[in-house]
């Protein structure tokens, strides 16, 4: 039997009724940075073994900024970020 698009088959082996159910599509273009990766990356890291709790960081800063001196006056740069930071 063929699929229509934006549909998914659920099929119950005990009864042998296969239920046609409506999906609504996502469309990437309009999730935002941070939902492509909760709802995407994230389970993806973890599904390759990666503990969430001791080997990988989610949207960190790993410097403080670069330190500009002139004279007696200082100032910090930007902070480096990362979306993931993996520990192995």
């Known amino acids: ?12 082996q005990s009864q042998g009724l296969r239920i046609y159910s409506p ?7 309009l999730l935002s940075e941070r939902d492509i990766c909760t709802k995407y990356i994230t389970p993806a ?9 001791t080997q990988f960081l989610v ?3 790993f410097t403080d ?9 200082t100032a910090r740069g930007e902070k480096k970020r990362a979306d993931y930071i993996l520990y192995y």
């Not at 039997?1 to 119950?12: A, P, Q």
């Not at 973890?46 to 709790?53: P, S, V, Y």
């Not at 900024?65 to 006056?73: A, C, E, H, P």
């Open 65 to 73: 900024g670069k330190i500009y001196v002139r004279g007696k006056l």
């Open 1 to 12: 039997m063929s699929f229509r698009r934006n549909e998914v088959s659920f099929h119950n």
């Open 59 to 61: 949207e960190v800063s």
């Open 45 to 53: 890291i973890e599904q390759a073994g990666w503990n969430r709790l």
């Open 23 to 29: 999906v609504k599509m996502l469309d990437k273009k």
